[in-house]
């Protein structure tokens, strides 16, 4: 099945741990993306990335890194989480941005708070 | 950047009405997608339009690209109740190539 899985789907930790979200798609999608959903803000875009080692920032990168060392994955780290990265997260890919295919597929969704 | 005006913000609707929601944006696009969100689950696209005047249909739903290419429509026929949701227009923008999307219109169902 054509899918985006992350991993964990919820997670709770404390000021300061370093964390890691997991994304992975199957799809041999190019084009892979972090969003953050807020009440009243909507999906914002964290990062993205075109291809393997090509990765670039969003509208709201500040505390985030992400690394795309293969196709399929892509995961989000945290290095220092603060309670203001409390949201809804998910990773969304597509075929090939560049190829004008804006049909992007999301995960299911990471909710992260951070006490 | 890209702003994306979505409305209405929320409809309470009962069994069997028909909705409409629409979306416009402050700059011409030439993709508007449609997604809907259920309650604990990431966005699920719905019908995506590639030329403006297209009208595409997904059962009982139907959007359309606006001919201005500044806004799009979307109608759902005949409501039940597995439609409760939250729907999303997304649009090119944000971030090189990527989407921006509406803040949603949540559509809830009344019995």
Redesign the interface.
Known sequence: EAQ?TQNPRYLITVTGKKLTVTCSQNMNHE?M?WYRQDP??????I??S?NVEVT????VPEGYKVSRKEKRNFPLILESPSPNQTSLY?C?SSIS??G?S????????TRLTVT | GQQLNQSPQSMFIQEGEDVSMNCTSSSIFNTWLWYKQDPGEGPVLLIALYKAGELTSNGRLTAQFGITRKDSFLNISASIPSDVGIYFCAGPGGGADGLTFGKGTHLIIQP
């Open positions: 985006v084009y993306s009243g803000l909507g999906l914002r875009q990062y993205y075109m670039d920032k969003g509208d998910f969304a941005i560049a004008a804006y049909e992007q597929y999301f995960g299911p969704g």
